[in-house]
């Protein structure tokens, strides 16, 4: 009999968000790497730092139960939700190469429903995973009332303090502070909602291999409410 591991519940700064961590998440984490490794990855868009392969969502199905239970109970998706796309993920980025929304952090989609499950298939050498809140304005989620109120002001401040310098983010700025950080660790899942403020920490130095037995790799899959 599979048993499932136990979730921990968080919350994220002055918003409360919740964040979900599950530990030992997958029964056999070394064949999806494996997998992985049989994949060839390819560039996908112009705001991920580096390269992608599909996975299909079946992944999933051996905690099926548990994902359901969360989605519910802690994120509010009594419905379920869909699965809109699931992929390895690995950052081969060089710092100096990254474009500006590569410096900064993002959110997903600004849609309460939109549900982000990333997959740590590296170890604690893989940086982890930051959220922010944005000073000015005090958002740490970005939903479709803010969107004009944050993105102008952003803009804004860009204008006038000019862009970040390449590389990627590492603890607070001038425009953001981090309010939450989850580390990396093999195996370990993690789910919060896209609206969230967030961004790949990337240790400094970090060779960034492409190689998925060796890389910066995950699995980056995202749900939508029904």
Known sequence: MLIAPSPTIGRIGHEGEPIVVIDGFSSNPAALVEDAASRAFTPLGPHYPGVRAPLPGKYLAERMELLQRLLADVFGLRDGANLLECNFSLVTAAPESLGLTQRLPHFDAADPGRIAVLHYLCGPEGGGTGFYRHR?????????????????????????????EPGYMRGDTALFEQTYRVEAAFNRLVIYR??????????????????????RLTVNTFLQAQ
């Open 136 to 164: 000015s304005t005090g958002f740490e989620t970005v939903s479709p009332s803010r969107m004009e109120d944050y993105s102008g002001m952003l803009e804004a401040e860009l204008a006038q303090r000019g862009d970040p």
């Open 194 to 215: 896209g609206w969230t403020l967030h961004t790949g920490l990337i240790p400094p130095g970090h060779p960034l291999p492409a190689d998925p037995r060796s890389g």
